[in-house]
């Protein structure tokens, strides 16, 4: 692997290398004649060897010069041998790295990749607590010099996390994509095949640095305590009633930006904004650093699904939280024990408190669109809906969907629906909600630009994600995009598809940054899509269908068609088996010998 001397490895004592310090390698000294050779103390035919010398030295005298020679290098090679041995399995310094090593994967380097600033000019670290009012900063000058040196100490180490390689050509680079196979009896969307490098591979090309952010470089939150609605359609108390005119400010990108972004009552996000979340499961979110996969179940709709096929390393690695409010909770603890830990499986489960909103969907939106809010330290989030089941690693779905394409905000294109018109049409049929509120969205952004989808659009494939499942990683202008995304789910309909394709293109005319859209047939690969708990239940429920009744039928009499058939001798005429009518086929040798008498015709068999 290129770059080892950016990690920080020893280039020699820790593969267990006989490498000099002067990069020659020790060379055999010759041997002179057994006879001109005097023994020494710690040889094998010195004094102090005993019997094992007068040993030695009879060997020698019944073996040729060659086989003396090789008996040496056989000799040395067991030396060298030992000493390779000993230098692999020792304990210090000299140890070989592992996974973790090589990759520089540690919790202090990370911190510092995307690091989140307090008012004070500090990171928020593990050690901060929490107040009701903000962060507990207890003798915080004493602690200032520290964390300023410390920082400044691996400030250059942060660009070398992680390792990124360049490979001349990529695993998947010949992978030719397939449609989904044809089922007749399943007509519905399915999963296509996906190409996925292994764990090991992901991790080796996971990027160096941060994604370039393009203009933004700072962004900042608007909070206050007294807060009025100004407007009709305003939004609500949690997304701080942003104006028409905020709204409209909010897209002009600059290097520095504040803008509304839910938790509008308080500073810290889960203290007292709504949302609220207990002090000990905030610091639990706040030491998440790297990659988290987050999920969400409110008003006991959805049954929790676990992830499966997770390497150890990413279990050790990956945060994997559930968000649940007070009603899922008791719903689960009648089916499930939760530990001390928190923890069910995976997830590591967080109850919300004093929900901003009266609709669950709606409350759903906080932790999918402002994960970024709610884990500050993180670098990459993966968000499943609580439907869904995760069956892919976390870092091969990085891989796959934003490294290896060069993006930062990638989500699915809806399998059916292209055009945010028709979208809303069958959310209207569907019930998804009211449709007044559906017409005024729709009216609204038609009066701002909005258009039936169509080739002229291309590069963009798609105005309606399957908002299922985004994966993204936290730099500014994606951090920028789904804030404004919640705004328009706070102030409009919770319906999300809806709103998606008109923050994108108004980000996208002012700065060279889009959300990538991939398949959907691809998203269905690494997620199993299972019933919603009121709809399983009532399967559950539901009898089983009666099985059909089998009714053992007697053999039909075959006749052929210009037989004429006489009541009076139908039970009494011979019966026709079904295996002898078959063999009597037009193009049979065999020939009908039909004899008709009085005006009738009998068959001879």
Request: aromatic share 8%; charged share 25%; proline share 7%.
């Amino acid at each position: 692997m290129s770059g080892v001397a950016s990690l920080g490895l020893r280039s020699s004592g820790s593969y267990g290398s006989l490498q000099q310090s002067n990069g020659q390698s020790p060379a055999p000294a010759p041997s002179p004649p057994l006879a001109a050779r005097k023994a020494g103390k710690m040889s094998f035919g010195g004094a102090g060897a005993g019997g094992r010398g007068l040993l030695f030295a009879r060997i020698c005298k019944l073996t040729s010069r060659r086989r003396r020679m090789l008996l040496l290098l056989l000799v040395a090679a067991a030396v060298l041998f030992c000493f390779l041995f000993s230098s692999l399995v020792s304990k210090d310094e000299d140890a070989p790295p592992g996974i973790e090593t090589m990759l520089g994967i540690s919790d202090q380097v990370r911190s510092f990749v995307n690091p989140v600033w307090t008012s004070s000019g500090r990171p928020i670290t593990q050690g901060d607590s929490l107040n009701g009012n903000g962060l507990n900063t207890a003798s915080q000058t004493e602690k200032q010099s520290d964390s300023d040196s410390s920082h400044k100490k691996l400030q250059g180490l942060s660009w070398s996390f992680p390792p990124s390689i360049v490979l001349e050509h990529h695993p998947c680079e010949n992978f030719s994509f397939s449609p989904p196979p044809i089922d007749r009896k399943r007509t519905g969307p399915r999963p296509c095949p996906v190409c996925y490098v292994p764990v090991e591979q992901a991790l080796a090309l996971m990027p160096g640095a941060p994604s370039a952010s393009p203009v933004l470089r700072s962004l900042n939150y608007l909070s206050g305590d007294n807060l009025i609605s100004k407007e009709s359609n305003h939004g609500s108390l949690f997304g701080g009633y942003p104006s028409l005119e905020e709204r409209d400010k909010s897209y002009d990108i600059k290097d520095s930006m504040t803008v509304h972004c839910g938790f509008a009552r308080g500073k810290i996000p889960g203290v007292n904004t709504g949302f609220d979340i207990d002090r000990a499961d905030l610091s639990e979110m706040w030491q998440c650093q790297g990659i988290v996969v987050a999920s969400a179940i409110f008003g006991n709709y959805d049954i929790m699904q676990q992830p499966k096929n997770i390497s150890v390393f990413s279990k050790d690695t990956v945060c994997f939280f559930m968000f649940l409010d007070e009603e899922t909770e008791a719903a689960i603890k009648n089916t499930t024990t939760i530990d001390n830990s928190k923890r069910i499986g995976l997830w590591r489960v967080v109850v919300v408190r004093n929900l901003p909103y009266s609709d669950a969907r709606r409350n759903g939106k906080v932790p999918k669109l402002l994960l970024h809010r709610l884990f500050p330290n993180v670098r990459y989030s993966i968000w499943i809906d609580g439907k869904l089941k995760l069956v892919r690693d976390p870092y091969q779905l990085l891989e796959r969907f934003l490294w290896r394409k060069n993006v930062s905000f990638a989500i699915s294109r809806h399998y059916r629906r292209f055009d945010v018109f028709e979208e809303a049409e069958a959310n209207k049929v569907g019930g998804k909600y009211d449709n007044a509120s559906i017409d005024y969205q729709i009216e609204f952004y038609k009066r701002e630009g909005l258009t039936h989808y169509s080739s002229a659009k291309l590069p963009i494939t798609s105005d309606v994600p399957e908002g299922c499942v985004i994966i993204r990683e936290h730099i500014p202008i994606t951090n920028l995009f789904t804030c404004l995304w919640f705004n328009e789910v706070d102030r409009f309909t919770s319906r999300d598809q809806l709103s998606f394709s008109t923050v994108r293109d108004k980000i996208r005319k002012r700065v060279n940054w889009t959300a990538d859209m991939f398949l959907d047939c691809e998203r269905r690969d690494f997620v199993v899509q299972a019933y919603h708990r009121e709809l399983w239940e009532q399967i559950l429920r539901s009898p089983p269908p009666p099985q059909p009744r089998l009714v053992r039928q007697q053999p039909r009499k075959m006749l052929p068609d210009n037989t004429a058939k006489e009541p009076g001798k139908a039970s009494g005429s011979k019966r026709v088996s079904a295996k002898r009518t078959r063999d009597k086929k037009s193009g049979s040798k065999r020939a009908h010998r039909s004899k008709v008498t009085g005006g009738k015709e009998f068959i001879q068999l």
